[in-house]
């Protein structure tokens, strides 16, 4: 599987009551095996409606969405899944170890490989100071730890499984700025010649993205870089002048 993932005019609808809601409308755009992609939009723009169907958890109502040139419908989806790794909001973490969390669903772990991404996703910052290190117990749900503790683990675990798509929804949300950079940076790193779609309201971190697809009511209202869509497409440099706390002139 190389992960070509492509949307031929997809659409996705639903009816709620007389109202037929647009939750994806004619959808078409190309992600090519190792790209990074962002989509951004505002809340309710069908950002994560995109996300489902590439997952295969939502069908389009029209339109075909393809994985290397092969309708999804058609492929095995338990196989296909397996090369995919989701880190998603909120981070949800088992009764068990960190090493544990971290390494779950993964068999002959390579100790190296752990120790990287451990590192990388700057777990050991927290571990370092706790008596049983990976081997602390996280509790239920990961309530002895904190959100940016949880977020950093789940980020880790995808890092080591080692999928051929990484999807990142809001992934760094929880944790705090300085920490964030170095993770982004460490996610590039580690998912180099993967193909990385990534969901985000912090537009600092996509900035580097080889396509941004802007999202608005269900339909893309653009395409393109960071600097392409700065100068061309008014919603994004709208979104861009927020995210720098910059106020728009009348």
Not at 50 to 60: D, E, W, Y
């Amino acid at each position: 599987m190389s992960a070509l993932i492509e949307f031929d005019q997809v659409c996705k609808y639903y009816q709620m009551g007389d109202t037929l809601v647009k939750a994806a409308d004619h959808i078409t755009m190309k992600i090519e095996k190792g790209e990074f992609v962002a989509i951004v939009g505002q809340s309710g723009s069908g950002k994560s409606t995109i996300i489902n169907m590439i997952i295969g958890f939502l069908k389009a109502t029209k339109g075909c969405v393809s994985i290397d040139g092969k309708p999804i419908e058609e492929l095995n989806l338990n196989e296909y899944r397996h090369n995919i790794s989701v880190v998603p909001q909120n981070s949800i973490l088992f009764m068990g170890t960190i090493r544990d969390n971290i390494t779950y669903g993964l068999d002959n772990v390579n100790e190296k490989k752990l120790n990287e991404v451990i590192k990388a996703a700057n777990i050991d910052e927290f571990t370092s100071k706790l008596p049983n290190g990976l081997n602390t117990q996280v509790g239920e749900h990961g309530g002895k730890l904190s959100g940016g503790q949880k977020q950093r683990i789940s980020i880790a675990r995808a890092m080591l499984k080692n999928s051929k798509i990484v999807i990142l929804d809001e992934a760094t949300a929880s944790i705090d700025p300085e920490n964030e950079a170095m993770i982004q940076k460490a996610i590039s790193a580690l998912t180099k010649g993967k193909t990385l779609i990534v969901i985000a309201h912090r537009l600092g971190t996509i900035t580097d993205a080889d396509n941004i697809v802007v999202v608005q009511d269900g339909h893309i209202e653009a395409q393109g870089t960071h600097e392409q869509l700065k100068e061309n497409c008014p919603l994004y440099s709208k979104m861009w002048n927020s995210y720098l706390g910059v106020r728009d002139v009348a």
